[in-house]
């Protein structure tokens, strides 16, 4: 579908080619708070598409409201306490929970895995260069992040691909190409009290209650150890549903963040000449991820009247705050649609930045990025895409599926 600057936000169609950022550059110019009408799934909702607009919603957690979900999805409050995590709440019960589980991703801890993700990404590297031309998002940009993800839980080496599937089939319940039971194509009523209303919900809630139960190992060293181990942490169900998170967000996020910078290099050799003079790497990653936005919205939900832009947001309206749009606001970002390796300050909206629910793997993931893109950038004299790359069909997560390219390994 062709981005004519008027595509419906609604639409999960309207994001199988990629991000429709000709529709979010018009909402910004001419109707910044704009309503999209809802149908027979799904009722309407508010779209905040400014920089300066996303960021006060994120800081006014008491009219701009996660506790009643983060997905445009209507719930009901049964649904709502069946499925939600921490980042389904407001200060200050948001602001316990995270106590708990934060240390675990502050960016000194995340920086002793440095040595690990260089190893694993030199090895990713070199068995994709055994190859002229792959796939570079299933060779090199899923297999970091899913490696990764066995690390940090703690979780067998042998059960990342099958922990992987059942995590995209959550995150992609929109995509065909990653469930049976797409979410706006079926009843998927049955599965209502399940994550992302996916029956891979009840598969990852089975393998949560193994680990619980010790019928499954995991490493000692691991979060779901400690967080198992911690007499004051997470309920049952709790666990389960942070795990489901750990393991779709914890993985894809950081898997699309990769995948946007190799579409990047692959359609600009500029930037692999810029990176070959070892130039720019402490702000790459930050530029790549921007750019990538790989999580578009979350929702909020409006707990009393609210005046923005001459729009009155009513009491128990849904608002979502498209950061894949503030991030590229024109009024903050000089030439946004650009990637500027040295862009500098750099204040993207990407995993939630400027409020409390700002994701917890975000230094992991930018680093995963850097260290990636280091990797391949010295192994390599041209890298080009051969085909055009495929998109998620998703209004809510932004990825790269597919992208073929040509790597020429340097001599």
């Known amino acids: 579908m062709d981005d004519n600057g008027h595509l419906n936000l609604l639409s999960h169609d309207s994001f199988a080619n990629g991000v429709p950022h000709k529709t979010f550059d ?63 709440t407001d200060a200050p019960e948001h602001t316990a929970t995270r106590r708990t589980v934060n240390p ?9 895995f440095e040595s690990l993700i260089r190893e694993l990404a030199s090895d990713i590297t070199d068995k994709a260069l055994q190859q002229t031309e792959f796939d570079a998002v299933d060779a090199i940009a899923k297999q970091l992040p899913m490696m990764m993800l066995g690390r940090i839980l703690g979780v067998p080496d042998e059960d990342l691909d099958w922990l992987v599937e059942k995590g995209d089939a959550l995150i992609g319940n929109s995509d065909p190409d990653f469930t049976d039971h797409v979410v706006d194509k079926m009843d998927t009523s049955a599965y209502r009290f399940m994550p992302f209303r996916s029956p891979a919900g009840v598969e990852l809630y089975d393998y949560a209650s193994d680990l619980l139960e010790n019928r499954r190992a ?25 795990f489901c998170l750990l393991v779709a967000a914890g993985n894809d996020t950081t898997r699309y963040s990769i995948a946007m910078a190799l579409n990047l290099l692959a359609h600009n050799p500029d930037l692999i000449a810029q990176l070959r003079r070892c130039d720019h790497w402490e702000t790459c990653a930050d530029e790549f991820v921007r750019l990538a936005s790989p999580t578009m919205h979350f929702r909020r939900t409006i707990t009393q009247d609210f005046e923005l832009h001459g729009k009155t947001l009513k009491k128990g309206d849904k608002a979502l705050l498209w950061f894949v749009s503030g991030s590229r606001d024109e009024n903050v970002f000089e030439k946004p649609h650009d990637c500027q390796l040295d862009r500098n300050p750099n204040r993207h909206l990407a995993f939630g930045q400027g409020g409390i629910h700002v994701c917890l793997g975000m230094h992991l993931a930018k680093l995963e990025v850097r260290i990636a893109i280091e990797e391949l950038v010295k192994r390599i004299d041209r890298f080009e895409a051969i085909d055009v790359p495929t998109w998620t069909r998703s209004n809510f997560i932004c990825g790269v599926k597919k992208l073929h390219v040509r790597a020429i390994k340097a001599a």
Not at 104 to 112: D, I, L, M
Not at 218 to 242: C, P, T
């Open 26 to 88: 018009r909402l910004r110019r001419e109707d910044p708070v704009s309503w999209t009408d809802g149908d027979t799934t799904v009722k309407g909702f508010w779209n905040l598409t400014r920089h300066a607009d996303i960021t006060l919603a994120n800081r006014e957690g008491l009219v701009f409201s996660s506790a009643q979900g983060i997905r445009l999805e209507d719930q009901s409050h049964e649904e709502y306490m069946a499925r939600r995590t921490f980042q389904e």
């Open 218 to 242: 995991v490493a000692e060293d691991g979060i779901l150890a400690k967080m198992m181990r911690d007499e004051n942490g997470l309920k049952e169900l709790e666990f389960k549903n942070f």
């Open 104 to 112: 675990n991703f502050a960016k000194p801890v995340v920086g002793r």
